[in-house]
């Protein structure tokens, strides 16, 4: 559920066009290339070292995304350039400029990351913690539009300009959508149910950029409702009935740390529900995220652990 790699990527060629690319020989390809750069952990989920393993951890991180692997990818690219002949109208190879480029793309991409539910641990590997603004969804199509039309008219017209100019549209857009958040984060405590959670998200739509899936948990219990600003602006324009968790039953105690796929996951999740299915032996615990599935935990991101007890 990460950012979509079509954003990171259209970023870090709308830096390219804006002028970045010209600094150096490979010009677009380091910008590009770092922009992603820190979706590498998907390749190791196997590794023992968990912050390493996990998902948007430490490779998300200010220090493993930002600081460790951009001048990797920079050295890299300088030595591969350094072995072949540039072409007679490439701009000479810089390391400095290398460098540079991979750090400002990079630190776009834990940026970029930070603005849907999914969540990014940024200060890995000190911090488990996760952070969230929900200030997009995970594929923002008016967010495509905004960078894809100015990279064709900063191509188009050989200037940067137009890049520039969709770079700060683009911030715009996204610092509208975390405010637009923010007041969907305090619309259950400002008007009814007149809740006090202990954690809530709000997920924006794809097209309907400005509507609101909210979610928050209190007092063991998970709540859904939706969040409108443009019908009511400080309050929940609907929302169900609070739903247990289920997290504090011992069957699903017991269940969670019988497979690394539930403790990975239990890790993970921000709002985990369980779904209990028992007879007098084994329990069939599902887990969940409320972030991501329904009430019912009918959708994706689940895991199921079936617990027996032990007779002798």
């Not at 100019?165 to 007149?194: E, K, M």
Request: hydrophobic share 50%; charged share 15%; glycine share 8%.
């Amino acid at each position: 559920m990460p950012l979509d790699n079509i954003t990171h990527s259209l970023v870090g060629w709308a830096l390219a066009e804006a002028g970045l690319k010209r600094r150096t020989r490979f010009g677009t390809a380091p910008l590009v290339l770092a922009a992603n750069l820190p979706d590498i952990d998907v390749l190791f989920g196997w590794v023992p070292w968990e912050p390493l393993a996990t998902h948007r951890g430490f490779t998300h991180g200010l220090i493993g995304g930002v600081l460790v692997l951009p001048p990797l990818l920079a050295l890299s690219l300088w030595v591969w350039g350094k072995r072949r002949p540039a072409p007679a109208d490439a701009p000479p190879l810089h390391l400095g400029w290398l460098l540079v480029m991979t750090w400002i793309a990079a630190l776009t991409h834990p940026l970029l990351d930070l603005q849907n539910i999914y969540a990014v641990q940024l200060l890995s590997p000190f911090s488990e913690r996760w952070f969230h603004t929900d200030g997009l969804f995970i594929i923002s199509p008016w967010l495509l539009a905004i960078l894809g039309f100015g990279i064709w008219l900063a191509r188009r017209r050989g200037s940067g300009v137009p890049a520039v100019t969709a770079l700060a549209a683009g911030l715009a857009f996204i610092g509208l959508n975390v405010a637009i958040s923010a007041q969907a984060w305090r619309a259950p405590s400002l008007d009814a149910p007149y809740a006090h959670p202990d954690r809530v998200f709000a997920s924006p739509e794809p097209l309907a950029f400005w509507r609101r899936d909210v979610v928050w948990r209190q007092n063991d219990a998970i709540t859904f409702g939706s969040y409108d600003p443009l019908k009511r602006l400080t309050g929940l324009t609907e929302y169900g009935k609070p739903v247990a968790d289920n997290m504090t039953d011992p069957r699903a105690i017991a269940a969670s740390p019988q497979t690394t796929q539930a403790r990975n996951f239990l890790a993970w999740s921000q709002l985990p529900m369980a779904r209990i299915e028992a007879d007098y032996r084994c329990a069939d615990v599902t887990f969940g995220d409320a972030r991501f599935t329904g009430p019912a935990l009918s959708r994706n991101f689940s895991v199921h652990v079936l617990h027996c007890r032990i007779e002798y």
